[in-house]
């Protein structure tokens, strides 16, 4: 590799950590709206039911639990390509992934719950507000788990390059940014739900 | 299997006189360019190009035909309103004529004013940081086909279904399924939901372009004033269209799902949807003005050939205008009844803005104090801005006053206010900009004749078309009016008006004619020095059109006015020996980021269309190509020093 290369690769770290970065902080204003249009409409339950007839609280603590754990899980992952332990990488990952997936799966069960029960969507304001922040963060942990199966093909094949340590970087902050999202739904939709 | 499409539509003689034009002009072209054999000349240097300078160009081109779009548009309310008095019903049915009004507003903001900054930025910003590049080639030519592709969907609308007829902010309950189950409002949200996520990624882009790519010594209190005001656009950018997103996501859930954020039953809110689209909004009007500032700062300085008087103060201006106009939003609907204090908060925060804003102007006239002042063009759009932005900014100032806002809110006045600002501001700074940079982009200068009687026209016009305004809308003529009664006595008001449209036309048409007889003319116009206005900024230190790398050096710099403490210290040519020359790496072209385009418009016909298959298909279409361009290695290519040596 030459020296413009090398000099390049340098720069392109610095400018997409940076600018994914600005990225993160406009979905915090596009969560931030979500949260705003909850905290109007919340209490607009319309005749239907309110968030404290609905949430179970420990339901609501185990999908945080998990989600924290699998923050730590991916920050183990961070340790291990420090020391380069490609196979380390893989397994945080893995580890990370199948926690993700087991938060999307109660999340689904909850809202699938919601819905047989005739408490979807279209029931209310506040369902409708409710669906809309909590499956917008939803599918924003789905993405990050599309995009984890993405990269983690070519560390695979290739081991940790540059150019993958480099996108390992930005899907850690997505999957930090979205643990703490999910700390203001936890407490402002279920915490607060229930007093 | 196809949605709403299988319906039959039926068209009107407009309807079809536009969609006719369309396909001829689309015939046209396509056989302009296979005559000329121009395919491969167009897919190699600018479809599939990486690079911001031919990006900057296609944007111009889209925001010109959209800014064609929307004056006829104009042209054809204004014929309305002539007509439609009395007995007479005009010409055009009401739900045509919201079409109009609606496709007007939506056109000339997202696509003729986002467009033409967008322009700027591409063309401008990395020359005048002295990079190579913006930060992320690929999401910059991914931005422009999302822009692009909402500006097709608007067109489309003509032919092929309607457009929104509830004005360009589509104001629920009216935007909702209940009382707009057609494919209009959905033709609205979906074309500005693309383009506004175009713009957002765009945003980031240039951010990160500015804070990150500067040359050497270019520190934050030492970047042209432009770069400043863009910068402001872009935190502007980043903290607002988040909220359009969001909102509009919103909007599409309660049509798509029986959501019921903004229904007037079932618990929705409506005026939420109002103040959430003005706190997108009202940063908007900012996002589109602050480059328009910057503009002007710069040409006011190189054509009084002076230094820009009071640089700090007007950055600092800048920042204030930045910050205040996130404070203001609840001004575009003091008459929703928020209490006597919100409203006295929000008008108090709206007169503040204008001290900020007076102190740029003072800065700009203190600037051609005691200079030598050249009246090229470009000043005379200066001037023109002077002269209308500061009837505008008065009249503002008068409406953030609740109690006078409550008799003028949604008349005429209020249309004649923020015309004055955006024509005033936008508009004439982006053809004072065009002519002054038109030379470094091209590589020719632009007639100054023809630019001048353009610029007297588009002054007189405008004059003409909104004066009358200010005075309808204090006689009580509301916006989107297409029938009046005769005895009120608006007929000769409104023949005025008209007559400034057509002035404007007229305005616009010479710049079209300026367009093609500077280029037959381009011989004995060419800039062969790269400076051909004696400038101050780092643009004008490479040659004229610049080469792909922009700068085969990369400067230092360690003033503002980089260029000209280069010339005046005569630091401008090393000799050749103690040049280092580098390689250089640029990015190779790409068809993926057209292709996402292609696929998003795809995307976005069948949502309206509520054809989902084939969306959800368009949509996996865009991420594989994603993915695919995550795979691409090598996906720049080199540049050697002595080929860099040997070209300059």
């Known amino acids: ?195 | 299997m196809l949605g709403r499409l299988s319906d039959v539509y039926k068209h009107d003689f407009i309807e079809y006189a536009a969609g006719y034009s369309m396909l001829i002009g689309a015939i046209f072209l396509i056989g302009y360019l296979t005559y000329k054999k121009k395919w491969k000349w167009l897919w190699k240097e600018y479809i599939t190009s990486l690079d911001p300078k031919k990006i900057g160009m296609m944007y111009l081109v889209v925001a010109m035909l959209s800014l064609v779009k929307g004056l006829v548009d104009a042209l054809m309310m204004r014929a309305q309103q002539v007509l439609s008095v009395g007995e007479s019903h005009g010409y055009l049915a009401s739900d045509h004529f919201q079409q109009l009004f609606t496709a007007h507003g939506t056109t000339m903001i997202f696509f003729v004013g986002m467009g033409i900054i967008f322009a700027l930025m591409n063309l401008i910003v990395p020359l005048q940081i002295g990079a190579r590049d913006v930060a992320f080639p690929f999401l910059n030519a991914v931005s422009f086909y999302l822009y692009a592709v909402g500006a097709g969907l608007v067109v489309l609308s003509l032919v092929v279904g309607e457009f929104s007829g509830t004005g360009w902010v589509c104001y629920p309950p009216l935007s909702g399924l209940a009382y707009n189950p057609g494919v209009g409002v959905d033709y609205w949200i979906w074309s500005v939901q693309i383009a506004g996520i175009g713009s957002l990624l765009s945003g980031l882009n240039f951010f990160v372009t500015i804070v990150k790519m500067r040359c050497p010594g270019m520190t934050l209190m030492k970047m042209p004033i432009f770069i400043w005001s863009v910068l402001g656009t872009l935190v502007l950018i980043l903290f607002a269209f988040p909220i359009l997103t969001a909102t509009i996501g919103m909007l599409t859930l309660d049509r798509y799902l029986d959501m019921h954020f903004f229904t007037p039953d079932f618990g929705g809110n409506p005026m939420m949807y109002i103040n959430l689209i003005w706190a997108w909004g009202h940063p908007e009007v900012y996002i589109l003005v602050l480059p328009a500032f910057g503009v002007f700062s710069e040409i006011v300085a190189v054509f009084s050939q002076k230094r820009l008087f009071g640089y700090v103060s007007m950055v600092w201006a800048l920042a204030a205008i930045t910050f205040l106009s996130f404070i203001v939003w609840l001004h575009h609907f003091f008459t929703m009844g928020a209490s006597a204090n919100a409203n006295a908060f929000f008008g108090i925060m709206t007169m503040l803005i204008a001290v900020p804003t007076g102190v740029k102007l003072f800065n700009w006239l203190f600037t051609m104090h005691r200079g030598r002042v050249l009246f090229t063009t470009p000043m005379l759009w200066f001037l023109g801005f002077v002269f209308i932005f500061v009837i505008g900014g008065m009249t503002g100032v008068l409406m953030s006053a609740a109690p006078a806002d409550y008799q003028v809110h949604n008349s005429l006045f209020l249309i004649a206010h923020f015309h004055s600002t955006i024509i005033g501001a936008v508009v004439f700074a982006f053809f004072c900009g065009l002519t002054y940079w038109f030379p470094k982009i091209f590589g020719y200068k632009l007639n100054e004749r023809l630019g001048r009687y353009a610029f007297w026209c588009w002054m007189i016009g405008f004059l003409l078309a909104f004066m009358p305004l200010y005075f309808l809308g204090l006689m009580g003529a509301t916006r989107r009016l297409d029938h009046y009664d005769a005895t009120t006595g608006w007929q000769p008001l409104f023949i005025v008006a008209a007559a400034g449209v057509i002035l404007i036309s007229i305005g616009f048409f010479f710049q079209v004619l300026q367009v093609i007889v500077s280029y037959r003319q381009r011989k004995e116009n060419l800039d062969t020095t790269g400076d051909p206005w004696n400038g101050r900024t780092l643009e004008w230190s490479i040659p004229s059109p610049p080469p792909e790398y922009n700068f085969a050096v990369i400067p230092h710099v360690h003033d503002i006015d980089a260029f000209w403490s280069m010339k005046h210290e005569r630091t401008k040519h090393k000799p050749p020996s103690e040049v280092i020359w580098e390689d250089i790496l640029m990015p190779k072209n790409t068809p993926l980021a057209a292709l996402i385009g292609g696929f998003s418009f795809l995307m976005g016909f069948c949502l309206i269309w509520h054809i989902m298959w084939l969306a959800g298909l368009s949509l996996a279409g865009v991420i594989i190509c994603m993915v695919i361009r995550l795979a691409e290695k090598n996906t720049e290519h080199l540049i050697s020093a002595k080929e860099v040596q040997r070209s300059t």
């Open chain 1, 1 to 195: 590799m030459t020296a413009v290369h090398e000099k390049h690769l340098e720069e392109t770290y610095s400018k997409t950590v940076f600018g994914f970065w600005s990225y993160l902080m406009t979905d915090c204003i596009l969560f931030g709206t979500l949260f705003a249009t909850y905290l109007v409409l919340h209490n607009n339950t319309f005749g239907g039911p309110n968030a404290k007839e609905l949430f179970s609280m420990p339901f609501a603590l185990t999908e945080t639990l998990i989600l924290l754990t699998s923050s730590f899980t991916c920050t183990l992952s961070k340790l291990a390509a420090y020391r380069g332990d490609k196979n380390k990488v893989i397994a945080w990952f893995a580890v990370t992934f199948l926690l993700g997936l087991a938060f999307i799966a109660m999340e689904f069960n909850e809202f699938s719950h919601l819905v047989h029960e005739g408490n979807s969507w279209r029931r209310s304001g506040f369902l409708t507000a409710f669906f809309t922040l909590v499956a917008t963060h939803g599918l924003h942990i789905s993405t990050g788990l599309l995009w984890m199966i993405i990269l983690m093909i070519p560390v695979c094949r290739h081991g940790l390059t540059p150019v993958s340590l480099k996108r390992l970087t930005c899907l850690r902050m997505f999957w930090h940014f979205l643990d703490i999202v999910w700390i203001f739904i936890f407490t402002i939709v279920y915490l607060m739900g229930a007093l």
